[in-house]
């Protein structure tokens, strides 16, 4: 026919796959509103249902009305095949068989819900309603073995039927974000371990000064329990005084300095303050935390020096002690250094003493 063209969008949406009846000459889709279809023989249908013909064999699986659906899916969408389903069920398997494999690789019959997930799973779906929209991540076990992490979205609708519920759902393979987030929780843990393992009190704050982690070290060290320092600003908590009493401003604070001029501190002669209100000399240090440059807040370790002072205190009384009996030494080699030399003298003038009182002859 001179003057064709493959015919257009609006076209294909209202004529794609279906042809005018033969018999009738009707341009409409008819509704095929059976279940069943008769063969011209076994041969027939047992071709049929090895898909070794093409044709129609039970509603659930093809039907006339859905092949003109999909046909027209196809051409709309310029595919080589398009696939419809008569329930959501039907749909979710599809998705499954696709993502485990395809023929006689898949058994119906094999759970590939992991087995602990599975209580989960037919809790999941037993709780559906019609209006529900709801998502869960569970795991499924390849025919290789391997586990794949799923996020299925599911909604739910009431069917035709009372009592009927109608399942439609999408599925999505999130192994690889699965597998991050466990490698990231694993690394947080480890951090975690680390800041649990050492005496010494770290805590962090940000740009406010404000708690945003401490390990038990600190707590057991100031008196408090975690959520009572979170969110709190710790100047005001721990650090509001100087060691007579006097107020401690905040914006002369080595601590909240390290957060604003970028440049870390260590300090140890100042005290901080216990929950009990008694305080305590400490020895602290303010690094700021800077991610690509910007600075988001500040890491403090503190430790409590209380008892190396105490050893301090008592080695400077120890070398006084130690310097006054070097002192005495010295006073008693000098006293008995003159001693000698005036019992030497002294012998001197008690012999020319004696000599004079002698009856000498004349």
Same mark, same amino acid.
Request: hydrophobic residues 40%; negative net charge.
């Given at each position: 026919?001179?003057?064709?063209?493959?015919?257009?969008?609006?076209?294909?949406?209202?004529?794609?796959?279906?042809?005018? =009846?033969?018999?009738?000459?009707? !341009?409409? *889709?008819?509704?095929?509103?059976?279940?069943?279809?008769?063969?011209?023989?076994?041969?027939? +249908?047992?071709?049929?249902? #090895?898909?070794?013909?093409?044709?129609? *064999?039970?509603?659930?699986?093809?039907?006339?009305? #859905? +092949?003109?659906?999909?046909?027209?899916?196809?051409?709309?969408?310029?595919?080589?095949?398009?696939?419809?389903?008569?329930?959501?069920?039907?749909?979710?398997?599809?998705?499954? +068989?696709?993502?485990?494999?395809?023929?006689?690789?898949?058994? %119906?019959?094999?759970?590939?819900?992991?087995?602990?997930?599975?209580?989960? *799973?037919?809790?999941?779906?037993?709780?559906?309603?019609?209006?529900?929209?709801?998502?869960?991540?569970?795991?499924?076990?390849?025919?290789?073995?391997?586990?794949?992490?799923?996020?299925? $979205?599911? *909604?739910? $609708? +009431?069917?035709?039927? =009372?009592?009927?519920?109608?399942?439609?759902?999408? %599925?999505?393979?999130?192994?690889?974000?699965?597998?991050?987030?466990?490698?990231?929780?694993?690394? !947080?843990?480890?951090?975690?371990?680390?800041?649990?393992?050492?005496?010494?009190?770290?805590? &962090?704050?940000?740009?406010?000064?404000?708690?945003?982690?401490?390990?038990?070290? &600190?707590? =057991?060290?100031? &008196?408090?329990?975690?959520?009572?320092?979170?969110?709190?600003?710790?100047?005001?908590?721990?650090?509001?005084?100087?060691?007579?009493?006097?107020?401690?401003?905040?914006?002369?604070?080595?601590?909240?300095?390290?957060?604003?001029?970028?440049? &870390?501190?260590?300090?140890?002669?100042?005290?901080?303050? !216990?929950?009990?209100?008694?305080?305590?000399?400490?020895?602290?240090?303010?690094?700021?935390?800077?991610?690509?440059?910007?600075?988001?807040?500040?890491?403090?370790?503190?430790?409590?020096?209380?008892?190396?002072?105490?050893?301090?205190?008592?080695?400077?009384?120890?070398?006084?002690?130690?310097?006054?009996?070097?002192?005495?030494?010295?006073?008693?080699?000098?006293?008995?250094?003159?001693?000698?030399?005036? #019992?030497?003298?002294?012998?001197?003038?008690?012999?020319?003493?004696?000599?004079?009182?002698? =009856?000498?002859?004349?």
């Amino acid at each position: 026919m001179s003057g064709y063209s493959d015919p257009g969008f609006d076209t294909l949406a209202l004529h794609a796959g279906a042809a005018p =009846d033969p018999a009738t000459g009707a !341009r409409a *889709v008819p509704i095929h509103l059976t279940t069943s279809f008769v063969f011209e023989s076994s041969d027939q +249908a047992a071709a049929l249902f #090895n898909l070794e013909r093409a044709g129609h *064999v039970y509603s659930r699986i093809s039907n006339p009305t #859905n +092949a003109v659906l999909e046909q027209r899916i196809s051409a709309l969408e310029g595919g080589i095949g398009a696939i419809t389903t008569a329930s959501g069920q039907a749909a979710l398997h599809l998705s499954i +068989a696709t993502l485990m494999g395809a023929g006689s690789h898949i058994v %119906a019959r094999l759970p590939v819900v992991h087995p602990d997930d599975r209580v989960e *799973v037919m809790a999941y779906l037993f709780s559906l309603t019609p209006g529900d929209r709801k998502n869960i991540e569970f795991r499924m076990t390849t025919k290789e073995g391997n586990i794949r992490w799923i996020a299925e $979205t599911s *909604v739910c $609708t +009431a069917g035709v039927n =009372d009592g009927e519920l109608i399942l439609f759902g999408s %599925a999505t393979d999130i192994t690889e974000r699965k597998l991050a987030e466990d490698e990231l929780k694993e690394s !947080r843990d480890h951090i975690s371990r680390l800041l649990e393992a050492t005496d010494q009190g770290i805590y &962090g704050i940000d740009m406010n000064g404000d708690c945003t982690f401490m390990n038990k070290a &600190g707590l =057991d060290n100031l &008196g408090y329990r975690l959520d009572e320092c979170i969110g709190q600003n710790m100047h005001s908590l721990i650090h509001h005084s100087y060691t007579d009493g006097r107020p401690y401003p905040e914006e002369i604070c080595p601590i909240s300095l390290a957060k604003l001029t970028g440049e &870390g501190c260590r300090i140890s002669s100042e005290v901080l303050w !216990r929950k009990d209100g008694s305080s305590f000399p400490a020895e602290y240090s303010s690094y700021p935390i800077k991610v690509n440059g910007n600075i988001l807040g500040a890491v403090v370790t503190m430790t409590d020096i209380t008892h190396r002072l105490q050893i301090e205190e008592e080695k400077v009384k120890l070398e006084k002690q130690l310097l006054q009996s070097q002192k005495m030494e010295s006073v008693g080699r000098l006293a008995g250094g003159i001693a000698h030399d005036f #019992n030497n003298i002294l012998a001197m003038s008690l012999g020319y003493a004696e000599l004079s009182l002698l =009856d000498l002859p004349v």
